[in-house]
């Protein structure tokens, strides 16, 4: 079984390579940037129908390749004080996520979604990440370098420990990076081994 990733994302290929897993990355055909998050949606919930609908529409994609393929799609959100945070579009609303998440906690929440195999499996993987004073200073400098594009709640959790931000966290790291290897491993395995009876 083929293993294709609906995400260009290098972070989510970097841990799926450290997991072990050989695969293909194409993008999902899904912008989810132009959709919006409604307040009466929990955000568990959000998260993992961006990852359903990124995976679908990547399925649609490859065609008759899918049949002998498991197709994995992931999303993730930042939520904090009840309100979801996606990936900042301009350099004024990365400062503004940035300035939110700043002297307080939030959750990270990463749905994931894995067709292959006549199965579907989907879930909702959390983690909370402390963020204490980083100073407008420091906001502005990394603002300015960009560093931000393309980040749920505009920061790399290891990229950021590496410079020194004040930063914990509780749960698996690699849901706050963008795909929980940790409950994701173990699935993939089986349901890319045709002989295996288990369950995922």
């Known amino acids: 079984m083929e293993l294709i990733l609906a995400s260009t994302s290098p972070r989510r290929r970097q841990l799926l390579s450290e997991g ?105 993987d959390e983690a909370s990440v402390r963020v204490g004073v980083i100073g407008d200073e420091r906001i502005a400098a990394y603002v300015a370098s960009g560093g931000w594009r393309g980040k749920a709640g505009a920061y790399n959790l290891f990229e950021r420990l590496a410079d020194g931000w004040p930063i914990s966290y509780s749960g698996d790291p690699t849901t706050i990076m963008g795909l929980p290897m940790e409950r994701l491993g173990p699935i993939l395995r089986r349901m890319l081994d045709p002989t295996s009876e288990a369950a995922p």
């Open 20 to 124: 072990g897993f050989v695969h293909s990355a194409m993008a999902p055909g899904v912008d989810d940037a132009t959709l919006k998050w409604d307040p009466v949606t929990p955000p568990h919930q959000w998260t993992a129908a961006l990852a359903l609908l990124k995976g679908r529409a990547a399925v649609e994609q490859v065609g008759a390749r899918a049949a002998h393929a498991v197709v994995l799609a992931a999303d993730t959100i930042v939520v904090k004080d009840g309100l979801v945070l996606g990936q900042p579009m301009t350099e004024d609303e990365a400062t503004r996520t940035l300035k939110t998440l700043e002297s307080g906690t939030h959750m990270v929440m990463t749905g994931v979604s894995i067709v292959g195999g006549g199965r579907t499996v989907l879930f909702t």
